[in-house]
T-cell receptor, first 108, second 114 residues
Framework: KNEVEQSPQNLTAQEGEFITINCSYSVGISALHWLQQHPGGGIVSLFMLSSGKKKHGRLIATINIQEKHSSLHITASHPRDSAVYICAVSAYGNKLVFGAGTILRVKS | KAGVTQTPRYLIKTRGQQVTLSCSPISGHRSVSWYQQTPGQGLQFLFEYFSETQRNKGNFPGRFSGRQFSNSRSEMNVSTLELGDSALYLC?????FGGGNEQFFGPGTRLTVL
């Protein structure tokens, strides 16, 4: 079993829809990271959180430490949100352990 | 502030050769981590350097090595290249060693081994 599990693996949404991507982990962590990767490879850090909830524009990330679960929400989705979203956890140092990623496609 | 830079961006090598990749972190950042991304294995941690010392190492063979210089720039080296080493190699910098630091990724070096 992988230390970090993401669901769904693939997600197709219509523009304007509310999107949720889930992440579960099985190890103790110091922080959980949500990353975005566009075609071509570049990775952007969206959120780093160790408790509670964070919001940035149309993106919201939550984490439940007791349940070892995090969610990434995108409100009013847009085609430019199409990307791979990756959940990762850090436990020791800055070493990240990654989920397999969720491929999101938003259609107009 | 300039972002993380990696050179070269693309590289083609043949089996048995060796390769050196370079990463310049964001100014002021002292930690550099390296990752390998392949379609089959996804993203995997290679190693982390802080203050010129390797602090953390992933599960890769000894053919993969790295170092960090006093200006925090880092290089990774892969010797005796194998076809399976074809991958996107990413580095990420953060200001300090220790969990809970946001990491900033470079654009990656795409290595193709023929």
């Amino acid at each position: 079993k992988n230390e970090v599990e993401q669901s769904p693996q693939n997600l197709t949404a219509q523009e304007g829809e509310f999107i949720t991507i889930n992440c579960s982990y099985s190890v103790g962590i110091s922080a959980l990271h949500w990353l975005q990767q566009h075609p071509g490879g570049g990775i952007v850090s969206l959120f780093m959180l160790s408790s509670g909830k964070k919001k940035h524009g149309r993106l919201i990330a939550t984490i439940n430490i007791q349940e070892k679960h995090s969610s990434l929400h995108i409100t009013a989705s847009h085609p430019r949100d199409s990307a791979v979203y990756i959940c990762a956890v850090s436990a020791y140092g800055n070493k990240l352990v990654f989920g397999a990623g969720t491929i999101l496609r938003v259609k107009s | 502030k300039a972002g993380v830079t990696q050179t070269p961006r693309y590289l083609i090598k043949t089996r048995g050769q060796q390769v050196t990749l370079s990463c310049s972190p964001i100014s002021g950042h002292r930690s550099v981590s390296w990752y390998q991304q392949t379609p089959g294995q996804g993203l995997q941690f290679l190693f982390e350097y802080f203050s010129e010392t390797q602090r953390n190492k992933g599960n890769f063979p000894g053919r993969f090595s790295g170092r960090q210089f006093s200006n925090s720039r880092s290089e990774m080296n892969v010797s005796t290249l194998e076809l399976g080493d074809s991958a996107l190699y990413l580095c990420a910098s953060s200001w300090y060693f220790g969990g809970g630091n946001e990491q900033f990724f470079g654009p990656g070096t795409r290595l193709t081994v023929l």
